[in-house]
Structure formats: C-alpha cells, structure tokens
C-alpha cells in the first residue's frame, strides 16, 4: 500500500498530476482544492490512498492528512464512491464539508454534483460522529495500515501520555514528515508533550 509519494509535479490538470519519482511518473487522481495547493515543476510530497479493483487500479492524492481521512470516511459511506468523494472534496474545502456534515446541512451536501437527498441524509448518519472527531483532532492522522503511527501513539500512552494530546502531537509531525520511524516520531512527540 502507498503512504505517499515525493517527488516532482511533472504534469498537473485540475483533476489529476503526474509525480515523476527517480524516472518514474505516478498518475494520482486529486480534487481541486489539492490542485490549488501543487504547482507543475516544483517537488511535492502528496498524500496517497490506493484503489484496487479487477478491472482497475487508481491512486488518490491529498495535499493534508485531513483532506485524505475525510475522503476514506467519504468512500466508506454505501452509495459514495471514489469519483463522487473526490466530486465533493472539489466543491468544499475538507473544514467546510465536516462543518456540513456535522450541522446535518443536507441542502449544501445535496447541492454537490452527484449527491442525491438519500445520498447526503445517509452521509450524514454515516459520518456525523466520525468527523467531529476528526474535526477535534484538526491535523490527527490515523491512516489504516499506518503502523508507526499506532506504535508512536500505543507507546506514548503506555509512557502515561493522554490518547487526545498523543494524537494530535502525531498529527502534527506527521503531516511535516509522513515517512518517520516509530523512534522519530516518539522523540519528537515526547518534545513537544
């Protein structure tokens, strides 16, 4: 599974970008508010969230760690694929789609392209809880799969940290350097605890 992907914009449209990576050209899929954030030339570590299908395989890329869990949340709603997600994450920045989510805005959320009255009441139940948490934490990453992050954090409260402040310190570390090991990233967390 890919974490992320630095390396240089070589190609960028507002719906997607190529990454090359030592010679290597990466196509991600991103929405637009990723977009306004790249510019085609420069190096960019981008946030990535991996599709696999039969018949296709698809890379997503993220700007924030915020932008990338709120699109897992996104897709793991019935009725709510990948496109639509991206579909939404392009018509609202991440802090105001929680915001929507949370106030139960169905009108805003069905006013996005591709979201229907059933889609946006059942994104609502879905993910009224799941945000707001998300929302708390503002910049906690919490990637399945991310095992240094679960280490960092399991460690960290075995240490008597608080789960709450552990998060977000992680959060924040590793929204600056995504790629640390388990010891980096409790050392710099145990700086700033």
């Not at 977009?35 to 960019?44: I, V, W």
């Not at 599709?51 to 949340?73: A, C, V």
């Not at 949370?102 to 805003?108: C, D, F, I, L, S």
Request: hydrophobic content about 40%; proline content about 3%; aromatic content about 6%.
């Amino acid at each position: 599974m890919f974490d992320y992907f630095k390396g240089k914009i070589t190609s960028l449209t507002p719906t997607n970008c190529v990454v090359d990576i030592n010679g290597v050209g990466y196509l991600l899929s991103i929405s637009l508010t990723t977009y306004s954030e790249l510019k085609a030339g420069e190096e960019f570590t981008l946030l990535a969230h991996a599709i696999y299908r039969e018949d296709n395989q698809q890379l997503f890329g993220f700007s924030t760690s915020d932008e990338r869990e709120l699109f897992r949340h996104l897709i793991s709603v019935s009725g709510v694929g990948a496109n639509t997600a991206r579909m939404m994450l392009s018509s609202m920045p991440p802090k105001e789609l929680i915001s929507a989510i949370t106030q139960e805005q169905v009108k805003a959320l069905k006013g996005i392209k591709g979201i229907g009255l059933r889609t946006a009441e059942r994104i609502v139940v879905d993910l009224k809880d799941k945000v707001k948490q998300t929302g708390e934490a503002q910049e906690f990453i919490s990637p399945e799969g991310n095992t240094n992050n679960e280490e960092a954090l399991s460690a960290l409260m075995m240490l008597g940290f608080s789960k709450k402040p552990v998060e977000k310190a992680i959060g924040q570390i590793l929204q600056n350097e995504p790629g640390l090991s388990v010891e980096e990233i409790i050392k710099r967390a145990l700086k700033k605890l």
